[in-house]
T-cell receptor, first 115, second 110 residues
């Protein structure tokens, strides 16, 4: 089946630094990738929708300058958390799909801890 | 904004008991998906229901889509400790965009 790989699975960084999270579709070309944030014991909250070759569409309340998304190829999207603060600590998950009517495939998430 | 209300938020039961999780909305969805997520991992798709009134079974799990395609339920028969996890419903709307429910955290005690 389709596989989405997310890296790293865990990262600890100091306040003020930037962290990049990668999301790769391993065996299909993902025209659209989605980035979510999940707080402990809560559901997934969509942060942004990323289409290959174009700017990401951010959900209301998500700062685009803080959460930089790049989708330069059909198999890779990256989320960079810039100038991270402790309140950015969370579980970040990506998902990808081949086309608009294709099923979504989720990565295994990245646990970010900002100290 | 389409909202999906999922209930209960938390459920703790004994092994062998039955349970039902509900997912309700005032909006119509083109399809509805159920996921199960374990700690530290991404959600895993269990089932997609598309037709109003549709019922799908996956071993001890029974999924139903409401006739009006606004609500869905997940029923687990004879729950086992391995069923423990976070269950998420997600409704698909225009552009196949998913709206997630708030999740139901299930704990099955042996």
């Amino acid at each position: 089946g389709a596989v989405v790989s997310q890296h790293p699975s865990r990262v600890i960084c100091k306040s003020g630094t930037s962290v990049k999270i990668e999301c790769r579709s391993l065996d299909f070309q993902a025209t659209t990738m989605f980035w979510y944030r999940q707080f402990p014991k809560q559901s997934l909250m969509l942060m942004a929708t990323s289409n290959e070759g174009s700017k990401a569409t951010y959900e209301q309340g998500v700062e685009k300058d803080k959460f930089l998304i790049n989708h330069a190829s059909l198999t890779l999207s990256t989320l960079t958390v810039t100038s991270a603060h402790p309140e950015d600590s969370s579980f970040y998950i990506c998902s990808a799909r081949l086309s608009i009517n294709s099923p979504l495939h989720f990565g295994n998430g990245t646990r970010l801890t900002v100290t | 904004t389409q909202l999906l209300e999922q209930s209960p938020q938390f459920l703790s039961i004994q092994e062998g008991e039955n349970l039902t999780v509900y997912c309700n909305s005032s909006s119509v969805f083109s399809s509805l998906q159920w996921y199960r997520q374990e700690p530290g991992e991404g959600p895993v798709l269990l089932v997609t229901v598309v037709t109003g009134g549709e019922v799908k079974k996956l071993k001890r799990l029974t999924f139903q889509f409401g006739d009006a395609r606004k609500d869905s339920s997940l029923h687990i028969t004879a729950a086992q400790p391995g069923d423990t996890g976070l269950y998420l419903c997600a409704g698909a709307s225009a552009g196949n965009m998913l709206t997630f429910g708030g999740g139901t955290r299930l704990m099955v005690k042996p």
